[in-house]
């Protein structure tokens, strides 16, 4: 069973990124809800500059890295099969370094994906198509993993509570706010925009809306004025990076509203998965880890 049901129209499998017939469509979140456009890919190296580019955010790199690597076993598919895995390689190499915040989790995206691949050519499978729906398969676990996440991030909402956000957290707002009305909690959202590409602006609040929740977009300093004068009750927000420590990495402007929100005793939850490759915040400071390495 697919697991992106009852969610807004931007969390649909299809509507993130998708590859079918030689080709990856990412829907383009920097200009979503205004427009709905997707950006068409015929080459891996269009979707690994799609990711540098930013036409999708959040989760939706892990999404697009996984149909890139479809795309790029398709690319290939009449090499001899030594060629077929080094082009892989090569296109892995690529996607893990289209963008350094999405470093850690692209380099597990990638080597699952090799091993993938590898398996279909021992099989004398297709690739690309053994790529995409084990890509749709992991959608579904991690889907599932943010289900049970949110869960517990739901347990912490009041009763007719006011909940703040920071910059679009993907499955894990799907997740939280599709609990939220399985348990008819009446919450109201308070979204801050989120410079420079305003996605709790334009994507959280649109999908907010879009599951029927109460909904209000602020700008970005606003953040003490509101949570004192609405009583926000909690403040939450997903990372790019969670370490294995506690230490997290996300958008500028998130450790200013986790300050504001300890001077007003408000709890801050960050939601996600740790990366089991980051132990601690140092790992950020070696030469390397931008580099694929």
Same mark, same amino acid.
């Given at each position: 069973?697919?697991?992106?049901?009852?969610?807004?129209?931007?969390?649909?499998?299809?509507?993130?990124?998708?590859?079918?017939?030689?080709?990856?469509?990412?829907?383009?979140?920097?200009?979503?809800?205004?427009?709905?456009?997707?950006?068409?890919?015929?080459?891996?190296?269009?979707?690994?500059? !799609?990711?540098?580019?930013?036409?999708?955010?959040? +989760?939706?790199?892990?999404?697009?890295?996984?149909m890139g690597m479809a795309l790029a076993a398709?690319?290939?598919?009449?090499?001899?099969?030594?060629?077929?895995?080094?082009?892989?390689?090569?296109?892995?190499?690529?996607?893990?370094? +289209?963008?350094?915040?999405?470093?850690?989790?692209?380099?597990?995206?990638?080597?699952?994906?090799?091993?993938? +691949?590898?398996?279909?050519?021992?099989?004398?499978?297709?690739?690309?198509? +053994?790529?995409?729906?084990?890509?749709?398969?992991?959608?579904?676990?991690?889907?599932?993993?943010?289900?049970?996440? !949110?869960?517990?991030?739901?347990?912490?909402?009041?009763?007719?509570?006011?909940?703040?956000?920071?910059?679009?957290?993907?499955?894990?707002?799907?997740?939280?706010?599709?609990?939220?009305?399985?348990?008819?909690?009446?919450?109201?959202?308070?979204?801050?925009?989120?410079?420079?590409?305003?996605?709790?602006?334009?994507?959280?609040?649109?999908?907010?809306?879009?599951?029927?929740?109460?909904?209000?977009?602020?700008?970005?300093?606003m953040v003490a004025h509101t949570m004192k004068?609405?009583?926000?009750?909690?403040?939450?927000?997903?990372?790019?990076?969670?370490?294995?420590?506690?230490?997290?990495?996300?958008?500028?402007?998130?450790?200013?509203?986790?300050?504001?929100?300890?001077?007003?005793?408000?709890?801050?939850?960050?939601?996600?998965?740790?990366?089991?490759?980051?132990?601690?915040?140092?790992?950020?400071?070696?030469?390397?880890?931008?580099?694929?390495?």
């Amino acid at each position: 069973m697919r697991q992106d049901y009852d969610l807004a129209f931007i969390l649909k499998y299809e509507n993130v990124a998708w590859y079918e017939g030689g080709t990856v469509k990412i829907l383009d979140r920097r200009i979503y809800p205004t427009r709905v456009k997707f950006v068409n890919c015929s080459k891996h190296e269009e979707v690994a500059q !799609a990711l540098t580019d930013m036409v999708t955010q959040s +989760a939706g790199p892990y999404t697009a890295t996984g149909m890139g690597m479809a795309l790029a076993a398709y690319e290939c598919r009449h090499l001899s099969i030594n060629n077929q895995k080094a082009f892989l390689k090569t296109a892995a190499y690529k996607f893990v370094n +289209a963008r350094p915040t999405t470093a850690s989790r692209i380099k597990l995206i990638v080597n699952r994906c090799l091993k993938v +691949a590898e398996k279909a050519l021992n099989e004398n499978k297709k690739v690309d198509e +053994a790529i995409f729906h084990d890509t749709i398969a992991s959608l579904n676990r991690r889907y599932a993993r943010m289900e049970q996440v !949110a869960k517990y991030l739901v347990d912490m909402f009041p009763q007719d509570g006011n909940i703040m956000t920071q910059c679009f957290g993907e499955t894990i707002v799907g997740m939280m706010l599709r609990e939220t009305k399985k348990r008819h909690k009446n919450i109201k959202l308070f979204v801050p925009e989120t410079r420079p590409y305003l996605q709790g602006a334009r994507l959280t609040s649109s999908v907010s809306i879009d599951q029927g929740i109460d909904t209000t977009v602020i700008t970005d300093n606003m953040v003490a004025h509101t949570m004192k004068e609405k009583q926000i009750a909690l403040f939450t927000s997903a990372a790019d990076s969670i370490c294995l420590d506690g230490n997290i990495v996300n958008k500028v402007g998130t450790f200013q509203i986790a300050i504001v929100a300890k001077h007003f005793g408000i709890p801050y939850f960050v939601t996600g998965i740790p990366d089991n490759i980051l132990q601690n915040f140092s790992v950020f400071n070696k030469p390397d880890f931008f580099t694929g390495n």
